[in-house]
């Protein structure tokens, strides 16, 4: 694909190549979601918000940051926090929604479920949305994710209630649809800029025609 | 006012414990492992939802929403990474019986490589695993 | 009230349970029986939650985070070995 760009999918190719085991440490400036995560769960599990714990766990977050450290994990320098937020409105509705599909399959259908294994090529070069997509799409019932080929950002989806070719046509536009959503809320100035020529002025609402 | 919050407490219970019930009629009635997975991990996420709503509006307090908050969280961050394992074990194992898929764009992706890991250099496996597991 | 929606809560997630311990009797392969011992912690967790709601304390709030975590490494570990067989 031509619009992909080739100086992150050398680096992914690298990173893949790479056996040396040397790990690039990541800097305090990407870390901080990470240690604003831990100093939450810090705080959550002692029940208490107070300064002085708050403290302590930053304490706690920086020595386990140094002890285990993970390789970095690339922002895209861009976020939306309205589109966030609808995206999240919009997981949970879908949650509910597929939940009781799964349960009207699990209670009517039982033996005679169908399902497919699709592969999905993804707009995004980034891990993060990558990661983010699949995440997504497994937690929505009815869909999760077997395999992942990061070289071409490919995920393979296991899903349920398949029957017919326009079935998987129909589960390959979801699939995009998240995959859109995401860009919105967190993908990089790029993406979004090609999101929305693709998808035209009626950006945010529900469809996403091309 | 209380009165109606009861209510909304026991519904949301309710609800929370049939999602619980939905994945035990599905871990029986689906046909194989794959589709087993869908009716095992998902309809928890919307259970436990209800579930530790419930809770927090029954205590009344706002101290423990955090606490909540971080459970469901956690399996939200935990559940679709150990579906990915499971499923990706059981699938590349043939413990997962694949006579209800419709259709599979993966099998000949795997038998590629499953083929190239036999000629070819032990390298091969090991750039697979590390590109599958991200 | 509270009293009869425990009884349809208990008796729901006792039936859940029977499920998964059938599942787990049954299960052809190895990781049907971790995906059934998985729904069976949940099913723990969200006991758990229903005796916090009757008797009115959040004493068991920490158990169910572990019980969480508890569910996902086991079935991390459990995979790992099913795929590490097939190299064997």
Known sequence: MPTKNMKHRDQR??????????????????????????IFVWAALWQDFSPANLIFGVIVALIIVTLFPLPPVVLSGRINIWFCFELFIWFIGQVFAASFQVAGLAIFRGKK???GVIAVELRTDSDLIVTAVGHALTLIP???????????????????NIESQTDMERAREAVRDIERRVIMAIGSHDEFEAIKH????????????? | MD????????VLLITGCLMSLIAGIGLLTFPDMLTRMHAATKPQVLGF????TAVAIHLRSWSVVPLLFLAWGMQLLTAPVSAHMIGRAGYRTKHAVKGSL???????VVDTVTKKQAVETPEVPAEQSKDSTS | MMNIVMWVCGVMLGLATVACLIRVAKGPSILDRVLALDVMLIIISVALCLEMVY?????????????????FIGSVTVSRYVSDQRNA
């Not at chain 1, 999760?144 to 080929?149: C, G, T």
């Not at chain 1, 693709?198 to 091309?210: M, T």
């Not at chain 2, 939802?49 to 530790?52: A, G, P, V």
């Open chain 2, 3 to 10: 009165m109606f919050l009861d209510v909304l407490v026991a």
């Open chain 1, 142 to 160: 009815g869909s999760f994710v077997i395999d992942v080929d990061r070289r071409s950002s490919t995920l393979y989806l296991h899903y349920i």
């Open chain 1, 13 to 38: 190719i690298d990173d893949a190549l790479d056996t040396s085991g040397v790990r690039h440490r990541a800097t305090l400036k990407q870390e901080w979601p990470l240690l604003a995560l831990l």
């Open chain 1, 198 to 210: 693709e998808c035209g002025p009626i950006l945010g609402r529900v469809g996403g025609k091309k």
């Open chain 2, 102 to 108: 419709y259709d599979d764009e993966l099998r000949q």
């Open chain 2, 49 to 52: 939802l209800l579930i530790f």
């Open chain 1, 113 to 115: 479920t169908r399902s």
């Open chain 3, 55 to 71: 008797n009115r304390h959040s004493d068991y709030l920490l158990f169910v985070v572990v019980a969480c975590t508890l569910g």
